[in-house]
């Protein structure tokens, strides 16, 4: 499997995450963080598989450089927006007859309009910061410490990301004194991620490199 088949394999996941986004948003997950003094928190199901993306720019990035990572995001956007039209249309539809479920239905996901917008700036930039970051920083360190660039960047950017999506997205319907408590357990959630994922992008980008020497001496 040659290196560019792995990118788009790599696109192929990211544009998929981005599309299941909408469906994802509206569930919040209790975060019991009793033992840290926090009490019960919740966070965003959506939050935490939006947080999978970065493990696949980061490793872009680290591969093919910025200019491959940004393309997936605005590829990511465009995918985003085009299921959500097809979700707002969806809620607009008719019911057919004896369905009884159209108003529990309207009543998840007609605030999609206000959520995609809310994901969109927060997303574009929460990534393109990220993908910012970690090339700033591999141009300080070089080809060493990955693990480095991929924690400062996605620390920064999930910040970004958590605050600019409730804000713009659920300010005002989520009771604000119930709001704080969500970004910050979002917010922990995908430090966690972030931690987790960071032997997750060595992986991926150890595959992507795999036949590196054989695809330079084919090359030779």
């Known amino acids: 499997m040659n290196r560019e088949t792995k990118y788009l394999i790599l696109f192929g996941f990211y544009v998929g995450f981005w599309g299941m986004l909408q469906s994802l948003t509206v569930k919040l997950v209790p975060l019991d963080l009793s033992s840290l003094g926090l009490g019960v928190l919740a966070f965003s199901y959506g939050s935490f598989v939006h947080a999978l993306t970065f493990p696949c720019t980061d490793a872009v990035a680290e591969v093919w450089g910025a200019k491959r990572a940004r393309l997936m995001v605005y590829m990511g956007t465009v995918v985003y927006i ?28 007609q605030g999609a309009p206000r959520i995609v917008a809310g994901s969109l700036v927060a997303t574009i930039v929460a ?25 400062l960047s996605t620390f920064g950017s999930q910040f ?36 987790i994922d960071t032997p997750i992008v060595y992986v ?3 595959w992507i490199r795999s036949d590196e020497k054989k695809e330079a001496l084919a090359a030779s």
Not at 90 to 104: D, Y
Not at 128 to 145: A, N, Q, R, S
Not at 168 to 193: A, C, N, R
């Open 127 to 151: 990534q393109l910061w990220d993908i910012y970051v970690f090339e700033w920083v591999k141009k300080k360190t070089g080809p060493k410490h990955l693990w480095l660039r991929n924690n």
């Open 82 to 109: 085009f299921c959500t039209v097809m979700l707002v249309i969806g809620v607009n539809l008719a019911p057919a007859e004896g369905w009884a479920h159209n108003e529990a239905y309207r009543a998840i996901f």
């Open 204 to 206: 991926i980008v150890a």
């Open 160 to 195: 970004l990301d958590t605050c600019i999506f409730y804000l713009v997205g659920f300010y005002g319907i989520i009771p604000t004194e119930i709001l704080p408590g969500i970004i910050l357990g979002s917010y922990l959630m995908k430090l966690l991620v972030a931690v």
